[in-house]
Each structure stands twice: as structure tokens, then as C-alpha cells.
């Protein structure tokens, strides 16, 4: 074997032996201490929610603090969705396809959708307050990043549009970036000042005590099996039942499972992967001393950030479909692969670094890239809320608040601007062959920009 090969073999076991490094949890979470028994028998309150979510949750604490009986289902446990899963950017509208939405939902529609996302960090931060959640909150802003000049024209163009409809960000330049310390790999920004990164499961399990204090009734462990339309809803489980006037879905993009919205959003496998924590030198070699979160102006984005405890997190950069709306809980190597291609591209100085854990989870998209938010059933007493686009840190949680705010009979203003007509997706398989040709198509533009970027620097 020439030295060439034995160079790629090394390389190649080192790969794989990081790639074992896969949890079926995300990278934030474990399984709580004080796990909350399944349903067992009959219950009965004045709101069933499916989902312990960022959206579950708070709506759950609006409403108990509101003085209702709030029944809480959960598959799994609390955060072990995509709550746990995520970067953990507590973002606004950067990093929103405007386009997506603009021109179909008009101008002022389209300001009140910006607000949305901009109030829902501000919303976050007051109930990290309220609540006395310590997150590793770092309220550094967040960056959206080019990595080479062809990616200019669509950062500007996004930001234009964005300032038309209220979004408030600047851009950085080369000097500026330099200026602020950011790895050089990443030559100009759009910079929002809002926001920052924070410990997701942290931040999860906090509405998850909050709740619990609250008086919420959480049932951990307890799939919904089914559900029946009424006046009084019934809901069965695998060992139990609960019956109230009103139910409310938070589960993103298990909801097409659930019976709604398999023709309005689309199930998509996203990953991460995490190194193991920098010694001081490694942290010095990226003199990075804001810890901004970015992420990349790719039509898939890359995106980067140091957690609290040091180590570098490298998230998205390839999406999957599944077919047929399904969530199967399995690693992604392919992706992960990717991910670690993107740190040595981005970050060489710590392209030997070994990687700590890597994981999956689901989102869920509508068409026109923004929140599908509703009510629905005979009664119009069933409530449901999927489609996280951009950041769902922030967007999520100020989501769930608004739809208890709706339960208990107030319509507020940001939450009525998102009622909409969801444009309808494709029947499968054709809507499959159609979201993996998407996929196919930023890809393909998306590797012709690193290639670009490679070949600038072996020259």
C-alpha cells in the first residue's frame, strides 16, 4: 500500500469511527430523571395538547396559569422531538425565504408575519426570565454568512426585501467581519442584532418544570392512538383515555401521522453533528470571541456555532424526505458525512477534531414557507399549528402562547395574520419525487458554489 492509500485509509476509519458516534436522542437531551407515568384509565380536562414541545409547552402554561385543566400527551418525553434536536438559535426573521411568502400574502400582512418572528425572541427571552430557565443564553445575534462572492447578490436581495417588510439588519462587509473576529471562511453577513444561542434541552426542560408547576397534567410515554370529532373530544392512548371540548395538535411534523395537513406540510430529516469539546488552543485558532451563531447564504444552509460546554456544532447543510410523511428515527450518514465536510471546508484549523455525537430529527414545511396555523373539525374545536420556518426556537414557542391565547378566546393579531389558505401539496408519490427533485436541484447549486470555494483556495 502506497503512502497515498494508507493516508485514505486513515482517513477513512477515522470517518466511520466518528459516524458511530450516533444518538437516537438528540444531542441536548437524556431521558428525564423523574419521568412522568403513561395515562392509565380515564381522565377527563378542559384541553387535551399532543406535544411537549416548544409549542406544547408554553401553550400548556398559558392556559393552566389561566386556570384550565390542561391534559399534556407526549410519545416519547418532553423535548425529545425536535425541541431537543435543533442548533439551538434563538433566531427572528433572518435566514426566512421572504419570496416565499411575500408576494402572496401582501405587504402588510407580509410586516405583521415579520413581527411575528422578530417578537417571538423577545417573547422567548421574557419567559426565560419568568420562569428562571438558565439556558447558556448567549444574546450575540446572528449572522448569515456568504462563503464566497457569488453568494453576495441573493444576501442582498434577501435583505431588501426583508427591510421592506420591517426586518432590521445590517451588512458586514470583509473588514467588518474581520473586525469581529469571524473565521475567515465566511467573507460578508447580513447581521441581526436580535437573538443569540442557547442550550435547547435546557431550555425545554424548563417549560417542562414550569409546566409541571403550573398544575399541568403531562403524560409521558403515552402515544395518541386516536381520536374522535365531537363536541367532546376522545382521545385513546395505548393504556387510557381523556375527553375535553377542546384539543390542541403541537406536533409539527409528526402531524400528517395525526390525520391533518398531509397535503399542506412536508416531513424533512435534518442533522447535526457535534465534536468533542476545543482545548484553549483550538479556540484560539478561531478567534471567534462573540460566538455568534451563523449560518450560510447556501440555498441549504450550513450552520455553525460553539455551545457552551466548547465544543463546535455543524448542523443541516443536506435535508432528506422521507416518503409518505413518515419519521423513522434512524442516523443519516450521508449527512453526516456532509457535515463533517463542511467543518474542514469552513473551519480547517479543527479538521482533525473528533466528533463527539451526531443525530437527526424532522421538521415540517408548508409551501409557502411559513407557519401552518388553524382550527378544524366539526365544532372548529381542534387546534393545530406545524410548518417551522427559519429558526423554531423562537417561532415555535411564541406560536404555542398565541394558540392558547386563541383557545381561551383571544384572537391575537400576529397569530390572525397567519391564517391563510396553505397552498396544497401534491398527492404521493408524486409529492415525494417532487420534494427529492428540490432537494436534487439547491444541492447541485449549492456544491457548485464549495467547489468554487475549494478551488479558490488549492489555488
Known amino acids: 500500500m502506497n503512502s497515498k492509500s494508507y493516508a485514505l485509509s486513515l482517513e477513512e476509519a477515522k470517518v466511520k469511527a466518528d459516524l458511530e458516534k450516533y444518538r437516537a436522542l438528540g444531542g441536548w437531551v437524556e431521558k428525564p430523571a423523574d419521568m412522568q407515568a403513561a395515562l392509565v384509565g380515564d381522565v377527563s380536562a378542559d384541553v387535551i395538547i399532543v406535544g411537549a414541545g416548544f409549542?406544547?409547552?408554553?401553550?400548556?402554561?398559558?392556559?393552566?396559569?389561566?386556570g384550565k385543566q390542561v391534559v399534556v400527551l407526549e410519545r416519547e418525553f418532553a423535548g425529545y422531538g425536535a425541541s431537543g434536536r435543533n442548533a439551538g438559535y434563538l433566531a427572528g426573521a433572518i435566514g426566512v425565504e421572504y419570496e416565499l411568502f411575500a408576494k402572496r400574502v401582501g405587504h402588510e400582512t407580509g410586516k405583521k408575519v415579520i413581527r411575528y418572528y422578530e417578537e417571538a425572541?423577545?417573547?422567548?427571552?421574557?419567559?426565560?426570565?419568568?420562569?428562571?430557565?438558565?439556558?447558556?443564553?448567549?444574546?450575540?445575534?446572528?449572522?448569515?454568512?456568504?462563503?464566497?462572492?457569488a453568494q453576495e447578490k441573493r444576501v442582498r436581495k434577501a435583505m431588501k426585501i426583508g427591510a421592506e417588510l420591517g426586518m432590521q439588519s445590517v451588512y458586514l462587509d470583509h473588514a467588518a467581519m474581520r473586525a469581529r473576529g469571524i473565521p475567515p471562511a465566511f467573507l460578508f453577513a447580513e447581521y441581526s442584532t436580535r437573538g443569540g444561542t442557547l442550550h435547547p434541552g435546557k431550555y425545554v426542560m424548563g417549560l417542562r418544570r414550569a409546566a409541571l408547576r403550573a398544575g399541568v397534567k403531562l403524560y409521558e410515554n403515552t402515544p395518541l392512538l386516536s381520536y374522535s370529532e365531537g363536541q367532546v373530544i376522545n382521545v385513546k392512548t395505548?393504556?387510557?383515555?381523556?375527553?375535553?371540548?377542546?384539543?390542541?395538535?403541537?406536533?409539527?411534523?409528526?402531524?400528517p401521522q395525526n390525520g391533518l395537513l398531509a397535503d399542506k406540510v412536508v416531513p424533512l430529516r435534518v442533522s447535526a453533528v457535534e465534536t468533542e469539546p476545543l482545548t484553549e488552543a483550538q479556540l484560539k485558532s478561531l478567534d471567534w470571541p462573540g460566538r455568534e451563531g451563523i449560518m450560510t447564504a447556501h440555498w441549504v444552509m450550513e450552520s455553525f456555532r460553539l455551545t457552551p460546554h466548547n465544543s463546535l456544532l455543524?448542523?443541516?447543510?443536506?435535508?432528506?424526505?422521507p416518503f409518505c410523511s413518515k419519521t423513522p428515527n434512524v442516523p443519516a450518514y450521508d449527512s453526516y458525512r456532509e457535515l463533517r465536510k463542511a467543518l474542514h471546508d469552513r473551519l480547517p484549523t479543527l479538521k482533525d477534531i473528533a466528533v463527539r455525537a451526531c443525530w437527526s430529527g424532522y421538521v415540517s414545511v408548508a409551501g409557502d414557507g411559513?407557519?401552518?396555523?388553524?382550527?378544524?373539525?366539526?365544532?372548529?374545536?381542534?387546534?393545530?399549528?406545524?410548518?417551522?420556518?427559519?429558526?423554531?426556537?423562537?417561532q415555535q414557542s411564541l406560536l404555542g402562547h398565541m394558540m392558547a391565547e386563541r383557545i381561551l378566546g383571544r384572537e391575537p393579531e400576529l397569530l390572525a395574520a397567519m391564517r391563510r389558505k396553505v397552498p396544497s401539496m401534491l398527492p404521493e408519490p408524486l409529492q415525494y419525487l417532487a420534494v427529492k427533485a428540490t432537494l436534487a436541484m439547491t444541492?447541485?447549486?449549492?456544491?457548485?458554489?464549495n467547489r468554487k470555494v475549494r478551488e479558490a483556495a488549492a489555488g
Do not use: W
Open 370 to 394: 411559513l407557519p401552518a396555523v388553524g382550527v378544524t373539525g366539526p365544532h372548529q374545536n381542534i387546534h393545530y399549528c406545524a410548518g417551522c420556518s427559519g429558526h423554531g426556537v423562537a
Open 238 to 255: 395505548p393504556l387510557g383515555s381523556a375527553r375535553a371540548p377542546v384539543m390542541m395538535f403541537a406536533t409539527n411534523a409528526y402531524t
Open 314 to 321: 455543524v448542523t443541516t447543510k443536506r435535508i432528506q424526505s
Open 121 to 149: 425572541v423577545t417573547f422567548v427571552e421574557g419567559k426565560l426570565k419568568e420562569h428562571g430557565i438558565d439556558c447558556s443564553y448567549n444574546q450575540s445575534g446572528i449572522l448569515r454568512a456568504g462563503v464566497h462572492a
Open 55 to 66: 409549542a406544547g409547552l408554553n401553550a400548556a402554561i398559558e392556559l393552566a396559569i389561566s
Open 443 to 449: 444541492g447541485m447549486l449549492d456544491e457548485r458554489v
